[in-house]
């Protein structure tokens, strides 16, 4: 049963335009949604958070959306850097029912093309 | 602040062997949860700890366990171990008992052969 899911393996832009990574989930207790940034061989990186009750939330370059109707997030990165090629996970966590615990989508591998 | 600690960064046993790995979280952190990455099954949860009370468990089999120290230090053992459990161990701590930020060490490679 795959609660959280990130449907592309794989993303490639060029460098200074934007990339748009996605994630669905379908357990609605999920209320706190994470997104990282994972090279090989390291342990994630946060990169930003988004609580349910809000819609959107910015840190710099990184944009999340989150759509609760349909139970989808969404990551923006502008401008893309090719610093920013690596596999990246959006996770969620449900407070009453499982606390900490996160849940982890599979990964998107994004390619930042000089 | 140091981030969070992980030892080894490193381990190859052979089946049937038992391990030991060692998670040191950020100061001031209470709360220490355990992943497992693998290639086939991405990153699952093993479990959580705050304040030396094991508050959450994934769905491993007994063989994997874990306990926290007064100083939060975490440790996770396994036993009797399997080619399967080969994987990066990830631990993560977090200064809130609950919904609060994760933050990874840089993780234990285990090779089991």
């Known amino acids: 049963d795959q609660q959280v899911k990130q449907n592309s393996p794989s993303l490639s832009v060029q460098e200074g335009r934007i990339s748009i990574l996605n994630c669905d989930y379908t357990n609605s207790m999920f209320d706190y949604f994470l997104w990282y940034k994972k090279y090989p061989a390291e342990g994630p990186t946060f990169l930003i958070s988004?609580?349910?009750?809000?819609d959107k939330n910015e840190d710099g370059r990184f944009t999340v959306f989150l759509n609760k109707s349909a139970k989808h997030l969404s990551l923006h990165i502008v401008p893309s850097q090719p610093g920013d090629s690596a596999v990246y996970f959006c996770?969620?966590?449900?407070?009453?029912?499982?606390?900490?615990?996160?849940?982890f989508g599979e990964g998107t591998q994004l390619t930042v093309n000089p | 602040k140091a981030g969070v600690t992980q030892t080894p960064r490193y381990l190859i046993k052979t089946r049937g062997q038992q391990v030991t790995l060692s998670c040191s979280p950020i100061s001031g952190h209470r709360s220490v949860s355990w992943y497992q990455q693998t290639p086939g099954q991405g990153l699952q949860f093993l479990f959580e700890?705050?304040?030396?009370?094991?508050?959450n468990k994934g769905n491993f089999p007994g063989r994997f366990s874990g306990r926290q120290f007064s100083n939060s230090r975490s440790e996770m053992n396994v036993s009797t171990l399997e080619l399967g459990d080969s994987a990066l161990y990830l631990c993560?701590?977090?200064?809130?008992?609950?919904?609060?930020?994760?933050?990874f060490g840089p993780g234990t490679r285990l090779t089991v052969l």
């Open positions: 996770a969620a966590s449900a407070r009453e029912t499982s606390g900490s615990r996160l849940t």
């Open positions: 700890y705050f304040s030396e009370t094991q508050r």
């Open positions: 993560a701590s977090s200064y809130q008992e609950s919904h609060g930020t994760q933050y």
């Open positions: 988004i609580s349910s009750i809000k």
